[in-house]
């Protein structure tokens, strides 16, 4: 079945960018989505169909999905970005939702 | 505002059965796939299963088909998930989450706020 990583955690200075990877097998031809997680909270959609921004998510937040990587971005971060992220991708070849093991991000 | 709200999680044997819900409210529950998806405790998310807007579509995650079987009643605006042969590593927070976009490869843009499965070991 389809596998997608992600690194365990990102750490950024407030104010710098923060990119945290979602890698697997020519991603770049599939959508992923993204989601942040909060503790005691439940996730919530940040980037959908790579690129997409629900209305409730910041400018700050970006997404983009080429080759084997897909990419979630956050210029300007926050003390309030820290928080899980998940990449989400559909396997079309198995039917199957796969996410991503999580990053925790660390605003220092 | 859309809502979901699951309800049904709780202590529960080895090999015992459970079954969560799911109402909503706010969009039309039959136009949208629908999803279960857990986290067991400390860990990341793992989606379960899906369900298409009129049922005739299930997907489920290797580890509990079989065991497990999603279903809805569209009158009700419900989401269903019923859990038998229950084990240990099936210890979780259940969402239900809404999907959107297209087909089962959408993204989950409204979740429930979970409720909590506990089988002893």
């Known amino acids: 079945s389809y596998v997608v990583t992600q690194p365990p955690s990102v750490s950024v200075a407030p104010g710098k960018t923060a990119r945290i990877t979602c890698g697997g097998n020519?991603?770049?031809?599939?959508?992923v989505h993204w989601y942040q997680q909060k503790p005691g909270q439940a996730p919530f959609l940040v980037i959908y169909y790579d690129s997409g921004r629900p209305s409730g998510t910041p400018e700050r937040f970006s997404g983009s999905n080429s080759g084997n990587t897909a990419t979630l971005t956050i210029s300007r971060v926050e003390a309030g970005d820290e928080a899980d992220y998940y990449c989400?991708?559909?396997?079309?070849?198995?039917?199957?939702?796969?996410f991503g093991g999580g990053t925790k991000l660390t605003v220092l | 505002e859309v809502q979901l709200m699951e309800s049904g999680g709780g202590l529960v044997q080895p090999g015992g059965s459970l079954r969560l819900s799911c109402i909503v409210s706010e969009f039309p529950f039959r136009s949208y796939w629908m999803s279960w998806v857990r986290q067991a405790p400390g860990k990341g998310l793992e989606w379960v299963a899906n369900?298409?807007?009129?049922?005739?579509?299930?997907y489920y995650v290797d580890s509990v088909k079989g065991r497990f079987t999603i279903s809805r009643d569209n009158a009700k605006n419900s989401l269903y998930l019923q859990m038998n042969s229950l084990r240990a590593e099936d210890t979780a927070v259940y969402y239900c989450a809404r999907v959107s976009g297209l087909g089962a490869g959408g993204q989950f843009d409204y979740w429930g706020q979970g409720t909590l499965v506990t089988v002893p070991s």
């Open positions: 369900i298409k807007e009129d049922g005739s579509e299930k």
């Open positions: 989400h991708v559909w396997d079309s070849s198995s039917d199957h939702v796969v």
């Open positions: 020519n991603i770049g031809s599939k959508s």
